[in-house]
């Protein structure tokens, strides 16, 4: 890369492969979005861990993992090992601590920081001040997703040029490792590995084929539940793999999101709830571990609709009485991640530098979790510090003692 990343980056790390937390659940096995009854079984995506080389891309399909190299050729490559457990109790967040023109600070101490688990305080077991700039030996990753599976051809062509401009300008040079995914229907295509060099990104870019889907109503409620499905699914694979990386990832999505599902409203069963409240607390759960914060860059265009509908889900889902498909909305995963839902209109290249104002300095916080009174109990989080001109980005809650829970009995009270 001539950049000298390969020597700070751990070489070792480039050769595992991981299941996704959802996977590593088996009470999620055979679990289903119920408004697909033709389709696989959720748990078929989620079994797909991604495999890692040094270059190119790769792309995940089905319980086969398949490595394209430079030639075009295709080799399958070795299945994934099983996770480690979670390490007992300890939950360890992210913590950006911005100042009114929405820099990141630095020089905060641990005594500087109130974490509160259910508006309990409780007391730091760990803690590290991290500077997460791209020439330091803890920076922060950045992964650009391109969804091509709910844009269509214009916005794909738009992102594509305005993805080339960032990565260009001056002279390709990032100011962070940087990887690139896409979102596709015939699978997540990653390219393996970050670089500081724009142009080489780019070049591997434009050897990615469009792909495609009617994203309009016609193909009615299946058509969007399945690429709803697609979606989560590619997402929980990302997320697996940048949870075998070190340090603070920023993942930016280039997308106007997934489909919210939001006519189903009352129509939504047990079973169905169920599916979405797994996976809400499997990918909630899976992005805080992996030290993932989702973006959203909305490439959005007059005509459709309301682009800030999701901020009527933005409340946590403590059970699954409350669990809805808009719950699972790209934006409120971003936000609930502790990262934003940008909507700038065609300015991608905009949105792209707004989110990255939080690539810089963070905190790792680290402290004890009560004990839960039952499985899957929601846990929200506020820090707090006593600098009242700070503003604060970290996740919003967790979930303990996670298990995936069958449909309940009777009726569905909101």
């Known amino acids: 890369m001539g950049t000298g990343l390969e020597n700070r980056l751990d070489p070792n790390m480039y050769g ?7 996977d590593r659940d088996p009470g999620l096995k055979g679990i289903m979005n119920p408004a697909l009854r033709t389709l ?10 991604l495999a890692v ?3 190119g891309f790769s792309t995940a399909r089905a319980a086969t993992i398949h490595q394209i190299d430079g030639t075009g050729a295709v080799t399958q490559a070795a299945q994934p090992s099983d996770a480690a457990p979670i390490q007992g109790h300890r939950i360890t967040i992210d913590v950006v601590a911005e100042d009114k023109l929405s820099h990141p600070t630095r020089g905060l101490q641990a005594s500087d920081f109130t974490v509160l688990d259910n508006n309990q305080s409780q007391n730091l077991v760990g803690f590290r001040a991290m500077d997460g700039n791209g020439t330091t030996p803890d920076p922060v990753h950045i992964l650009i997703v391109v969804d091509m599976i709910n844009c269509d051809f214009t916005t794909v062509a738009r992102e594509r040029e305005q993805l080339g401009e960032y990565l260009n300008q001056d002279s390709g040079r990032l100011g962070h490792p940087t990887g690139l995914a896409v979102l596709t229907e015939s699978g997540l295509k990653m390219m393996t590995g970050s670089t500081l060099d724009g142009k080489a990104l780019m070049t591997n870019f434009q050897k990615v084929q469009t792909e495609i889907r009617s994203v309009g109503r016609a193909a009615g409620f299946y058509g969007a539940a399945e690429r709803l499905e697609m979606s989560l699914a590619q997402l929980s ?21 997934w489909p919210l599902l939001s006519w189903a409203g009352t129509e939504e069963d047990t079973k169905q709830r169920a599916w979405v409240f797994n996976s ?11 030290h993932v914060a989702l973006y959203c860059l909305d490439p959005f265009e007059l005509g459709r609709t309301n682009p800030f509908y999701y901020q009527n889900y933005l409340k946590p889902v403590a059970n699954i ?28 290249l905009g949105e792209i530098d707004t989110a990255l104002h939080d690539a810089g300095s963070y905190y790792e916080l680290t402290f004890e979790a009560p004990t839960a009174d039952h499985p899957n109990e929601y846990h929200g989080l506020r820090v707090k510090t006593d600098k009242p001109d700070l503003k604060i980005l970290t996740t919003a809650g967790y979930y303990a003692e996670t298990q995936a829970l069958a449909p309940a009995s009777g009726s569905i009270k909101k």
């Open 16 to 22: 595992r492969f991981r299941t996704s937390t959802l």
């Open 280 to 290: 809400i607390v499997h990918l909630s759960n899976g992005l805080r571990e992996a």
């Open 53 to 55: 080389a040094n270059v």
């Open 40 to 49: 696989k079984s959720v748990s078929t995506y989620f079994a797909v861990a």
């Open 237 to 257: 694979q990302l997320a697996a793999y940048e949870g075998t990386q070190p340090g603070r990832k920023m993942v930016l999505v280039i997308s106007p999101g």
């Open 321 to 348: 009485g409350h669990a809805e498909y808009p719950d699972l909305a790209l934006q409120v995963l971003a936000e609930h991640s502790g990262g934003r839902g940008l909507t700038t209109g065609r300015d991608i």
